[in-house]
């Protein structure tokens, strides 16, 4: 099989730069490999400066939806070779930044295959967490707001826990934002964003929840190492490594079981 | 400043494919931000698959020269608009390899800034180690044969200390190449491999090197956490990460004291 007739991978990687970062990351920790050749093609466009926030433009602080810069670089993306691409921002998947995206795709006469996270990430639970029903959520603001985790999992049958409002407000989105203690600013998690995240997870294990997602591409940051306990945590960044390799060659992809996707402390 | 004034980064990120990574994370590592939108732009293209292994080539094992693939991607970085770009190979620097993708550059009528790692790494160790003058450097069987580090570097006034022939063979290589425990099939350095690398700085130091460059792109993977002691560690990746920021916007650059690009133990 040549080179030509396998997919490539394109990550639309500026939105944020880490977590443009960890998806790459997370692609090459879970393909099967020996040597440098047997890797995947990757393409990475790390244009932060053009792709407005998207909280502040859920929220109206911006009119400029960060949807033209994220469809213009996955057209690059596309240009440059890759047949399958994915946007590592959870906020991003709102329908009224995705679904711009798609048309501005459609408009600019794209074939490529873009992958939904939040799509991928219930795909995920329902094969591997059959017996999960309640599952909390932390993220941004702006993916709080525009509730699109309950919105793609409700009607799966799943009841979807969030943080309350002023925890989500004073605690996590500053965990994520804080210019000088959040994770956008940093690359990892300082005490002070772990603490404010660990605490979110403990709020959501008391309201129910059976497994929480991570639903900001910049909380596994602080979760890569240091794994909290008391909860299955998924990393929709992971989910979403494993399905680009899976569309772009599934031969590459490394078995399910030889990965740690999931940190599940049966306590 | 608009976007376009500045420059943007281009990276040859699939040789190897964890090298790649390494520079990208210590480009954004390297980066004083405080938001997504203060990062550069980082373009990456990791296409391991088309570049021939570059010990290999220069070894005489196979007759395609690498530099082929590595200045057609450098070409399509440049098309995307990087303006200032890197090769995280050592071994991609000997010159039968580095001045064979300069003249296709030149024939492509490339306009970009091709920095070249090596030298780089001479004027770090030039400006910010003035009292050292006997060098260790690991690397590449590849690397070793071609004397890349040598040939830069004794007529800058070092003396250059490598690994005895058995050991490079036997021990350094393996742990960068071994299908199972070397840094390449992993992407972290297993126990067996980092063993072998720390052996290696052992022995150089015992020939009196006050400073150990890590040589090879992948050599860094093992020691980014675990900083072996008794030496001063120079990271190729991470003066290039630097060089590339400068070159792109040098406002963005961290001062260089707030990083710890080396690790020195005064014992």
Redesign the interface.
Known sequence: VS?KSRG?IGIV??????AG?DL??KI??ETA???????P???????????T?RTAYLQGKTSKNPATAIADQIL?LEE?GATVAAIPCNTAHAPAIFERILALLREGGSRIQLLHMIMETRRHLQAHFPAISRVGVLSTTGTYSARIYPTMLIPAGYEVLVPEKATQEQSIHPAI?N??YGL??N?YATDRARLALEDGILELIDKGAQAVIMGCTEIPLAFNRNKPVGTTLIDPTRVLARALIYKADSAKLKPKNSTQTETSSQK
């Open positions: 080179a490539s990687g500026g939105a944020g730069p880490f970062l790459h990351a090459l920790a490999a020996s040597q440098d050749q047997d890797y093609t990757i393409f990475v466009i790390s244009q932060p400066e053009l792709i926030d690059r440059m934002y210019p000088v956008k600013a690359g």
